[in-house]
């Protein structure tokens, strides 16, 4: 019996080392990440927020439009327009970004890169919904990511700094005081002010 299970725990183990060979898609630590995103003749500068322990990002949009929030513990997204007061309920698919098409993407590993001084590895991707690559370190911050998506062409983003530090509770949750809006029909997928850039 021994040896039926031992036999077993063996053949299992390249099928567990295949499984396994994929980025860390959350950041394991509080960080803060500038990118310069660009996608069908545009480009813009962007910040995004991540809160390790909650399992939240802060996405602040560019051009000024107010930031978006992906609770991915509560699988629940919105997105604030400050100048308006408003608050808009969206999909998780369109508030946590690439990270909902990582979550189920075929990955293949490549090489090593070093961007904005911080090591990652680069991972080819293929998802329901997209393909492309992406740079990932070892503790779970994209540095760069470029590729297509279904309605959103292709685009790029790519990290200028990178700043590890405790993240703020207060700057992830539903401000108050602030109308709520419904979300209007056929609104583009990907991230708003910058069309093309991946999801």
């Given at each position: 019996?021994?040896?039926?299970?031992?036999?077993?725990?063996i053949a299992a183990l390249p099928v567990a080392a295949q499984a396994q060979d994929r980025p860390q898609i959350f950041?394991?630590?509080?960080?803060?990440?500038?990118?310069?995103?660009?996608?069908?003749?545009?480009?813009?500068?962007?910040?995004?927020?991540?809160?390790?322990?909650?399992?939240?990002?802060?996405?602040?949009?560019?051009?000024?439009?107010?930031?978006?929030?992906?609770?991915?513990?509560?699988?629940?997204?919105?997105?604030?327009?400050?100048?308006?007061?408003?608050?808009?309920?969206?999909?998780?698919?369109?508030?946590?970004?690439?990270?909902?098409?990582?979550?189920?993407?075929?990955?293949?590993?490549?090489?090593?890169?070093?961007?904005?001084?911080?090591?990652?590895?680069?991972?080819?991707?293929?998802?329901?919904?997209?393909?492309?690559?992406?740079?990932?370190?070892?503790?779970?911050?994209?540095?760069?990511?470029?590729?297509?998506?279904?309605?959103?062409?292709?685009?790029?983003?790519?990290?200028?700094?990178?700043?590890?530090?405790?993240?703020?509770?207060?700057?992830?949750?539903?401000?108050?005081?602030?109308?709520?809006?419904?979300?209007?029909?056929?609104?583009?997928?990907?991230?708003?002010?910058?069309?093309?850039?991946?999801?």
């Amino acid at each position: 019996m021994r040896k039926t299970i031992a036999a077993a725990l063996i053949a299992a183990l390249p099928v567990a080392a295949q499984a396994q060979d994929r980025p860390q898609i959350f950041p394991t630590r509080d960080v803060a990440v500038t990118y310069r995103v660009a996608g069908q003749g545009q480009a813009a500068e962007m910040t995004i927020l991540w809160s390790a322990a909650q399992r939240m990002m802060r996405m602040n949009m560019p051009q000024g439009v107010g930031y978006m929030i992906a609770d991915h513990q509560a699988q629940r997204g919105f997105m604030v327009m400050e100048q308006m007061r408003m608050i808009m309920d969206v999909p998780m698919a369109q508030a946590a970004g690439m990270q909902r098409d990582f979550e189920n993407a075929r990955f293949t590993r490549g090489g090593q890169e070093k961007i904005a001084g911080q090591d990652c590895t680069v991972w080819r991707y293929q998802s329901a919904s997209g393909q492309g690559e992406a740079c990932v370190t070892n503790d779970g911050v994209m540095l760069r990511g470029q590729g297509t998506a279904q309605g959103a062409g292709a685009g790029r983003m790519e990290a200028t700094r990178v700043v590890y530090a405790p993240q703020d509770a207060a700057l992830f949750r539903r401000p108050q005081g602030y109308q709520t809006m419904q979300m209007p029909q056929g609104m583009p997928q990907g991230i708003p002010g910058v069309q093309g850039t991946p999801r």
